[in-house]
């Protein structure tokens, strides 16, 4: 037995023969080295007999390729361990560079609380709650205020608490005296400076002492009066007394205050610059923009002070509110060259813009960023959870239970207003019904609280699981909740309720079998809710039939009902009666009932507006309700009279003119219609249709015509809807989607003709989109 080893000297590979029982020793100890490739390579092979000449020498270079590319192999591998291994080198590093900025970070803040600093200023804390409103704004969420005025439902914000470690500046004066006294000397809730703290009478301080009763206003008001006291501040006395107020309460004092540290000098450093600017940031955008913009001038080109990015950021917040691009890009850009980048809350900032201006596809190229740029700018729990209802209110549900998925995974805390927004999408599409009740099921999981909100949502997915029963039962226990809330005193459920409810009179089907049927979860939900219907709550309470399941057979029990309640609410409560809730309305006389039932209800609650602006039906008197204070008996009006005169009356726009072509296609009035496209050509010509961009104008002609052809089509009207279709097809883009109810009638009444001029119309307005497709990706 022999063998064979290859060296590499002066980069050629040598054949050496050996002995084999020295090849016991692993090859990459041959030379005493560590164990690397291209050293010693070794080939082991047992002798036999010698051939003659050529085949010898055959044999021989047959093995010496076969090395070279064993050779070639190892240097392959070679590389990419090396490759491997200088990027686990490089991770290493940015693993360390990470920990050590953390320590950082976490030296800085025990010196910051040793200190008693707080941050320069709550920007983030102000575009997080920004987010909090837009969101509440989104959803619809209301709420009274002391005065009864309806503002958005924004979470209280969290106070500054002083550190139990810290020294306070008013406990440096505290003596010993002061347990002896009967009533000790007051002190404020939260540490301010000392300077500021011995200017101040006990009567002042005491408006201050408790956190829960704190008013700001009279301590400001004193500090005014008294100039002097400021002047004996420092810029960062300023800075600590500003942090110090409630944030809710620094939109009334922001003003007093800027006035009082500019007499006094204080205004000369860009941290009290960022803290006033960001607190004129919470008045409203009309109000603040003027000022905030002029203390920015101030600051970089009168006095010269270099703005850093929390001031880019308030900057960016502003812009962002006002929906400016042009100064938002402006100001990101200045960010660049500043040698920053942006934040979690300045792309917060970026994203709500878009949200605010409707801009779907931009909101998502921000979201999108905010995720795969760094982990400091990952989404919060509350943007995700805006993005979610800005999918839902985009019909983009698809995309929203994409983000569900992603915060599960990520471990992202899931918001309860992301749950009811992903619930409240999947209540637009009759299929997704079960993976709506799927949400709701999670937030009871979660133990999230029950509220009117929660309500509504599962009240329009029974209505669009055709489940009239339950729907009746949350309606009801909504209206019965909220008087008993409000001392008995008769408060109904909101115009969204409502309009959910007519949605299920309207869409109630005998033969489905909804979720809350077949799953015995929801089942459990649905049983308990019938249970606890009440419908003698109050005896002025809604004018429902007393029974659990409404005559299915029966369509005169539904339509009796829906009147009934509409009646009772435009009478009783005409403020809950909007636009939509009417159109529900309208949409269920139409199926439910006859065509004059439809055109008695169209013409007590709707008018027609000429281009004059006045309306060519007298408007009703309004009913004034008897003041509450007023012992006497209202008059004695007949209920007649009062069902004649309705106190709510809209005129008449596009989302009602589609109603009225819908209950004329399912009573087959082709009369009816031509009166109502008629009177929509008139309507075209009002100053209301007239203010409208040219290319909504279009949609809204074009939805119209559609509502046009498929009464034309259920009426048999085949030369009317033809006529219809090659008229118009140089304005809209006709496709099989739209005409193939009509190329069906055609082909069953023998319009050959028809059908093949139609198909045309069809070919062309798919070579118009193909065109505009490629286009848009060029």
Request: overall charge neutral; aromatic content about 10%.
């Amino acid at each position: 037995m022999l063998g064979c080893i290859t060296r590499r000297v002066n980069g050629l590979s040598r054949l050496v023969a050996v002995p084999r029982y020295k090849l016991t020793t692993p090859w990459y100890d041959l030379e005493g080295t560590s164990p690397r490739v291209n050293q010693v390579r070794t080939v082991v092979f047992t002798t036999r007999k010698k051939a003659t000449g050529s085949s010898r020498k055959k044999y021989d270079y047959g093995r010496i390729r076969d090395v070279d590319r064993e050779h070639a192999k190892d240097q392959k591998v070679s590389r990419d361990l090396t490759l491997k291994l200088s990027s686990l080198e490089d991770f290493t590093r940015q693993v360390k560079k990470v920990i050590e900025e953390k320590k950082q970070e976490e030296l800085k803040k025990e010196v910051e609380k040793d200190m008693n600093i707080k941050d320069q200023n709550d920007y983030d804390e102000n575009v997080e709650n920004d987010a909090e409103g837009i969101f509440q704004a989104l959803m619809g969420v209301e709420r009274e205020d002391k005065d009864g005025f309806q503002m958005l439902n924004s979470p209280e914000s969290q106070k500054d608490r002083p550190d139990e470690a810290s020294i306070s500046a008013n406990e440096s004066s505290f003596d010993e005296a002061d347990f002896m006294t009967l009533f000790p000397k007051v002190h404020s809730y939260v540490d301010l400076p000392t300077s500021i703290v011995e200017g101040l009478d006990e009567s002042t301080l005491q408006y201050i002492a408790s956190e829960e009763t704190a008013n700001w206003v009279p301590v400001i008001d004193k500090l005014a009066s008294e100039p002097s006291i400021l002047s004996k501040c420092t810029a960062y006395d300023a800075h600590v007394m500003l942090k110090a107020i409630a944030r809710e309460q620094r939109p009334i004092i922001i003003a007093k205050f800027h006035k009082m540290v500019s007499d006094a000098g204080l205004l000369n450093n860009r941290y009290i610059y960022n803290d006033i600017m960001a607190a004129y940031n919470l008045v409203s955008v009309q109000e603040s923009f003027p000022i905030i913009e002029t203390l920015y001038k101030e600051m970089t080109y009168v006095k010269h002070i270099e703005p850093d990015l929390f001031t880019m950021g308030i900057m960016i917040n502003l812009y962002s509110k006002r929906g400016n691009i042009a100064k938002t890009r402006e100001f990101l850009s200045k960010i660049e060259e500043m040698g920053e980048k942006p934040t979690n809350a300045i792309y917060t900032s970026v994203l709500q813009m878009y949200v605010r201006m409707g801009e779907y596809e931009n909101a998502i190229n921000v979201f999108d960023t905010m995720k795969f740029l760094s982990l400091k700018t990952f989404p919060t729990s509350k943007t995700y959870s805006s993005m979610i209802l800005f999918d839902t209110l985009h019909n983009k549900i698809e995309h929203g239970i994409s983000l569900y998925k992603e915060m599960h995974d990520k471990g992202i805390k899931l918001e309860p207003q992301a749950l009811l927004a992903l619930a409240k999408g999947c209540a637009t599409r009759r299929g997704m019904a079960p993976q709506g009740w799927f949400f709701i099921l999670e937030y009871y999981s979660n133990d999230y609280p029950i509220s009117h909100k929660l309500i509504e949502v599962m009240l329009s997915l029974a209505a669009k699981d055709s489940d009239l029963s339950l729907a009746r039962a949350l309606y009801l226990s909504i209206f019965e909740t909220n008087t008993k809330s409000n001392h008995l005193k008769l408060t109904p459920a909101s115009g969204v309720a409502l309009k959910y409810l007519f949605n299920a009179y309207l869409d109630f089907d005998k033969d489905a079998r909804p979720a809350s049927v077949v799953d015995e979860r929801i089942r459990a939900i649905r049983l308990r809710s019938l249970e606890l219907m009440n419908f003698n709550f109050h005896i002025q309470g809604p004018p429902m039939l007393p029974v659990t399941h409404l005559p299915i057979d029966d369509d005169s029990a539904i339509l009796n009902e829906c009147k009934a309640l509409f009646e009772y609410h435009q009478l009783t409560f005409p403020n809950i009666i909007s636009r939509e809730v009417l159109e529900a309305y309208l949409f269920v006389v139409a199926a439910r009932g006859s065509i004059k039932d439809f055109e008695a209800a169209w013409n007590k609650y709707t008018y027609f507006e000429n281009s004059e602006g006045a309306t060519t039906i007298e408007q009703p008197e309004d009913l004034e309700a008897p003041e509450e204070e007023e012992k006497t008996e209202p008059p004695n009006v007949p209920a007649d009279s009062l069902l004649e005169k309705p106190r709510v009356r809209f005129s008449r726009d596009d989302r009602l003119y589609n109603a009225s072509m819908h209950a004329a296609r399912h009573t087959k009035n082709i009369k009816f219609a031509q009166r109502i496209w008629v009177e929509r050509g008139a309507f075209r010509k009002t100053e209301a249709f007239q203010k409208l961009e040219p290319y909504i104008q279009d949609q809204r002609d074009f939805k119209f015509a559609r509502a046009m052809l498929s009464c034309f089509v259920e009426t048999g009207n085949v030369v009317d809807a033809y006529q219809l279709v090659l008229s118009s097809q140089s304005r809209f883009v006709w496709t099989y989607y739209h005409l193939k109810s009509l190329l069906k009638l055609c082909e069953n009444m023998g319009y050959v003709t028809f059908s093949d001029e139609l198909m045309k119309v069809i070919r062309k307005s798919n070579k118009f989109l193909k065109r505009q497709q490629s286009g848009t990706r060029q």
